[in-house]
């Protein structure tokens, strides 16, 4: 079982991005799945939740109404759409993956993909 996050890059400020974390060899419809950040020598941040029962999104504060976070179980694929995006926002970005519940609190999630490094400068 593998989570695969992608879609990192370099963007100016105001840009936007979209990631996506792919499962492999498991369904993602009975998973939980957050979205964390990390800089070098901090904590892991987490940013945004999505939850497997109904689809409820959890954002938090600093994200709240740039950020996105959607599914497609066809697909096996969660996205976190980012826009307007700030200076601030340069972390590397990982998707995990939980049966617990929706939380920001990284030991609640199992699974972790390798991360996906978001760069936004000018």
């Known amino acids: 079982v593998q989570l695969q996050a992608s879609g990192g890059g370099s963007v100016q400020p105001g840009g936007s991005l979209r990631l996506s974390c792919a499962l492999s060899d498991f369904t993602l419809v009975a998973l939980h799945i957050g979205w964390f950040r990390q800089l070098p020598g901090k904590e892991r941040e987490g940013i945004s939740c999505i939850s497997s029962s109904d689809g409820s999104a959890f954002y938090r504060d600093s994200v709240k109404g740039r950020f996105t976070v959607s599914r497609d179980n066809a697909k096996n694929t969660v996205y976190l759409e980012m826009n307007n995006l700030e200076p601030e926002d340069t972390a590397i970005y990982y998707c995990?993956?939980?049966?617990?519940?929706?939380?920001?609190?990284?030991?609640?999630?199992?699974?972790w993909g390798q991360g996906t490094l978001v760069t936004v400068s000018s």
């Open positions: 995990a993956a939980g049966e617990l519940w929706c939380s920001f609190f990284p030991g609640q999630f199992a699974l």
